[in-house]
T-cell receptor
Framework: AQSVTQLGSHVSVSEGALVLLRCNYSSSVPPYLFWYVQYPNQGLQLLLKYTSAATLVKGINGFEAEFKKSETSFHLTKPSAHMSDAAEYFCAVSYLSGYSTLTFGKGTMLLVSP | EAQVTQNPRYLITVTGKKLTVTCSQNMNHEYMSWYRQDPGLGLRQIYYSMNVEVTDKGDVPEGYKVSRKEKRNFPLILESPSPNQTSLYFC?????????????FGPGTRLTVL
């Protein structure tokens, strides 16, 4: 069964600092990987996704993530945090075969201080 | 505007009183899904539908029913709600439901069962 682990339920950074949100997956077959963001009182919005075309994926709002097969990781980064980045971030995994369930991690709340 | 809509956004009810949460998408998507979000648990899939009249259980289907009579609508039915169904519910849709497809989420329905 597929699974996703997000390290850290809360991450705090200062405005302008590097953002690093960690995601590891377990899989015996190549996965598709996603990062979604949830702003307060809103639904989830896709930030970026990995579909095997390129290991470094760029998304919206300056975020990017790198797929590392050897480490089974898909960490999300942003060089310089902005106050508007404060939100909850979810990593998710799916597969091509059949109708694929999207399995989510438990989420990481990003807190940005001035 | 392409979107997934849910109604109601907020609902307070009592144990045992049947309720329906509606979900509609205007993107002609084949795949639709319901999730519940609970603190510390992330999103867990309740039911999903690959197309009209085709539905299947997700990870936490107990106490819920769904139907898919039209492509655009996918209501979630709680025939006898209980307090452990107090949660934030999200409807989502995607083009085909297969691995790399992005899922589009509704704004959420916050349900409280007293």
């Amino acid at each position: 069964a597929q699974s996703v682990t997000q390290l850290g339920s809360h991450v705090s950074v200062s405005e302008g600092a590097l953002v690093l949100l960690r995601c590891n997956y377990s899989s015996s077959v190549p996965p598709y990987l996603f990062w979604y963001v949830q702003y307060p009182n809103q639904g989830l919005q896709l930030l970026l996704k990995y579909t095997s075309a390129a290991t470094l994926v760029k998304g919206i709002n300056g975020f990017e993530a790198e797929f590392k097969k050897s480490e089974t990781s898909f960490h999300l980064t942003k060089p310089s945090a902005h106050m508007s980045d404060a939100a909850e971030y979810f990593c998710a995994v799916s597969y091509l075969s059949g109708y694929s369930t999207l399995t989510f991690g438990k989420g990481t709340m990003l807190l940005v201080s001035p | 505007e392409a979107q997934v809509t849910q109604n109601p956004r907020y609902l307070i009810t009592v144990t045992g009183k049947k309720l329906t949460v509606t979900c509609s998408q205007n993107m002609n998507h084949e795949y639709m899904s319901w999730y519940r979000q609970d603190p510390g648990l992330g999103l867990r899939q309740i039911y999903y539908s690959m197309n009209v009249e085709v539905t299947d259980k997700g990870d936490v289907p107990e106490g819920y029913k769904v139907s898919r009579k039209e492509k655009r609508n996918f209501p979630l039915i709680l025939e006898s709600p209980s307090p452990n169904q107090t949660s934030l519910y999200f409807c989502a849709s995607s083009k085909s439901g297969r691995g790399p497809d992005e899922q589009f989420f509704g704004p959420g329905t916050r349900l409280t069962v007293l």
